[in-house]
């Protein structure tokens, strides 16, 4: 469908600032990334164990400003060369969401161009075609976040089919709780991710909950086999539990993605969310695609798949094309899921 929003060029400022990274990016055409600020507010919440919703929205609206102006000032454009203005509108924590959507509808008011409301979930499945615009579905989406682990079929731009997802944690909770367990800090990401570089990920038997039963998910009893292991093993070596642990993960990450991919034919996997930054899952997914033959693997930059507003202006600029502008007293939905067929 064409519409007055196909323009090629079309250049949208994107705000992001669903949880605890306030950030701005300039994206041209839905792929040219002009400029890409993240402002990270780990260090505000890391005494807390984790992120504290009062402390995120009131660090929002001191850093929204600045990151906006350096995200205008690195791409060398001022309201002049914008022709959107995009802020995620879920899911994520109200008050930090309004922070962004506020910002968005006033620029896009003062400047005289659309606001585009973004669905989060769906911008972490255009960090891909940010760096990757030839990518053809169907395609299979592996979409792995703090808040979210859904296994997706991605028929087209925009169309989505929900396969599976978790029916407790998702898989990221399940690295930040290990971690806050092991002592590691938060996020408890990327820290199990180093330590299991040391470790043996065969050294413990954690178990695959739900291997090959259907698409859905299950991490809340590895959690509890984790911390019931370094309870009756209170010597046992760290790295090796953060390195079995981050096997069965993958396993069963892995193992379902393989069976969706086979299942629709799909032309590619794609990873999405923070935890696509995870090195062992991102190398035994591309094992897996090179070994499958069919499927084409595609992993975002690590930068990408964790939160950023690149990938919230790319999907403004699919989103514009279909749906045209979001209407100025749109608000804040916390909990918004993926607009998945029925
Ligand atoms: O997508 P994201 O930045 O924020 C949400 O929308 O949730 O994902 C954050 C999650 C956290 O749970 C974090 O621990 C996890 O992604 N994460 C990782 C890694 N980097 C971030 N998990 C495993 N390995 C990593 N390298
Ligand atoms: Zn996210």
């Known amino acids: 469908m064409s519409s007055r929003w196909d323009d090629p060029m079309t250049t ?5 600032t669903s949880c605890d990274e306030t950030a701005a990016a300039v994206v041209s055409g839905g792929v040219a990334v002009l400029s890409s600020v993240v402002s990270s507010q780990v260090d505000l919440h890391a005494r807390f164990g ?8 009131r660090a929002h609206v001191d850093l929204i400003t600045p990151v906006v102006a350096e995200a205008l000032v690195e791409a060398g454009v001022d309201g002049d060369g914008i022709d959107a203005v995009a802020a995620t509108v879920g899911p994520g924590l109200v008050g930090s969401l309004l922070v962004g959507i506020s910002a968005a509808k006033a620029l896009a008011l003062v400047w005289g161009v659309p606001f585009v409301g973004v669905n989060h979930l769906e911008a972490h499945v255009y960090a891909a075609f940010l760096e990757e615009p030839d990518l053809e579905p169907p395609l299979i989406v592996l979409m792995v976040s703090g808040g979210h682990t859904m296994l997706v079929a991605m028929e087209d731009h925009g169309r989505y089919r929900l ?28 820290a199990i991710d180093r330590l299991a ?8 038997p954690f178990p695959r909950a739900m291997l090959d039963d259907g698409y859905d998910f299950s991490f809340s009893g590895l959690k509890t086999a984790v911390i019931n292991h370094v309870r009756k093993h209170p010597d ?25 991919g086979r299942d629709i034919s799909a032309k590619g996997l794609v990873l999405a969310g923070g935890v696509a930054a995870n090195s062992q899952l991102r190398e035994r997914a591309l094992d897996l695609c090179t070994a499958d033959g069919s499927m084409r ?11 950023n507003a690149a990938m919230v202006a790319a999907t403004a600029f699919w989103r514009l094309k279909s749906d045209g502008p979001t209407p100025l007293d749109a608000g804040a939905d916390p909990n918004l899921g993926l607009p998945v067929l029925l």
């Open 12 to 16: 949208i400022l994107g705000i992001e």
């Open 163 to 190: 396969l599976g997802q978790t029916i407790d944690d998702a898989a990221g909770e399940a690295f930040d709780k290990v971690a806050r367990f092991l002592g590691l800090g938060y996020p408890g990401g990327p």
């Open 197 to 204: 570089m040391d470790g043996d990920p065969t050294a413990i």
């Open 297 to 307: 693997c595609f992993l975002p930059s690590r930068s990408m798949c964790t939160d």
């Open 50 to 57: 984790g992120v504290v919703p009062e402390i995120a929205s």
């Open 236 to 260: 046992v070596a760290t790295a090796d539990v953060a390195a079995s642990f981050q096997q069965a993960v993958v396993d069963v990450l892995l193992a379902k993605a393989e069976r969706a």
